[in-house]
């Protein structure tokens, strides 16, 4: 088990939301908001998933080795988006083209030729797991 | 009206959410300790894999057919089943989780112009959103509804979703349908029926109300009622709480030591305990239990239990861990393996009845009680076992699970992986 580092701040507000016991109240007391990340990052939480980027093969894709990625699969496939997709038995980001007869996957770097474009045809949806809502990564 | 939702194979389905390599391959899911099939998907039941099958039994099936076998994964499945849930409470203000897989929703009052539509969109929404397959049946009982959403699982073009409602359709349904899988019939039920030449739902519905009230007690008349359409099973949206907490499980490799016996049902106390709390009740009697294996010709048996008065009613993780661990060394004997055992709390209330005794020690008691809700606070959010009284050893029930899949959705060290091509 990891120990878990209790962070600064929450200690300093434990002191700080106390009761008052004398003097004038602080007038900031009841401000209680705080800004949660979970709420900006998941907005679909039923259908919100996370996976982490394990092998990056192309230079400049957004994306790098331990980002983690956050996925929606409430959001329909939009042109140009990024989407988990499964492909050869294993999950894959890639670039979504749409097309009025279906889509191509390309390489999420246009640049990257090694990759050819898959189409995806009316049948195989299944293909794309998921619309990629952000990423995280360490600065 | 009212709509069952029941997920299609759901241990199984759940496994296949990050596998979908795993589509179309037998999948089957181990109940705790690997034992026996607890969940099979479509593939495997076609190659005859009963539900409860030994594992031990199946495993020639395994191997020839290439099974995916998992063991039980309740992290992943309980955020599943969380999930489907949040999906469906779109659907209708009023949702009763009736088990992990299954769940009513209150259809009354509601304007819905295509119940069929309306049953078909649930299904294909809780697919797209969770990837779980659910099928939704829509009917004028509860009960009905049930048999609807069978009917979806056994009919693919029903595509996930099916109102039954006219009665020339409910009886052509009822026709066929064994009594003994209708909701609500126990195997008492069933037994007295067969013995009665009533096979299926719809000669159970056939018979006189006065043979109904003479035969069966409430229930079987509710259910009789049900099958023709008249709703007479309360919805629940507000979860009861439950009138007895049993936490127990067989061991992986049998323990013969006081110690070690000491600690799995220390930790089985401590997890009643959270129930207990979590429900706001407090215990007034626990049972606990150990025994050998029966299954174990030639070793020896024993059978120990042990009934706990406390001396009033208590939520307290220390009173109920020690108590517990006490009544174990009372009932321990030397020179058995132990294979299977068990905390009880036999007799609750509710909390806001608890009646304080003469001689309690107020003081005392709220500096347990803020022990406990600290204890409770701690492990809820950094996870189970991150607080545990020392007798509860490592804080892991020994069991084994050979084949269990990543926490994909509850462990930040185990979110499935993704390469970038």
Redesign the interface.
Known sequence: ?QP?EIEGSEALEALMLGDVKAGFPSPAEDVREKLDLMKLLVR????T??????????VD?D?DEGD??IVD??IDPYDGCKA?C?ID??????KVQLKPDGATLL??NDQNS??KPIPVGPGDE?LI?GVVTYIIKKA | MFALADCNNFFASCERVFRPDLNGRPVIVLSNNDGCAVARSNEAKALGIKMGAPFFQIKSIVEKYNLAVFSSNFALYGDMSHRVQQVLSRYSPCVEQYSIDEAFLDLRGMNIPDPDAYAKQISAKCKRLTAIPVSVGIAPTKTLAKIASKLCKQYPKLRGGCYMHRPQDIEKVLRRFPVEDVWGIGRRSAAKLSSMQVRTAWEFVQLPETSIRKLFALPGYRTWLELQGTPCIEFEDTLEPRQSICVSRSFAKEITDCQGLCEQVANFAESTAHKLRAQKSMALQMAVFAFTNRFKDNAPQTYGSRLVVFPEATADHSAIVRSAVAATRELYRPGYGYKKAGVVIVKLIQEDAAVGSLFRDDLQARKNERISSSIDTLNRNFGPGTILFGIQGDGHIKMSREHQSPHYTTLWSDIPKVSVK
């Open positions: 088990m878990h679909h939480s039923p259908s998933f996370f996976f982490r980027i394990d092998g990056v093969s192309m894709a994306m983690i990625i699969r409430a988990v499964f038995g294993e999950y894959t980001v890639k390489p999420c090694r990759y299944f797991w």
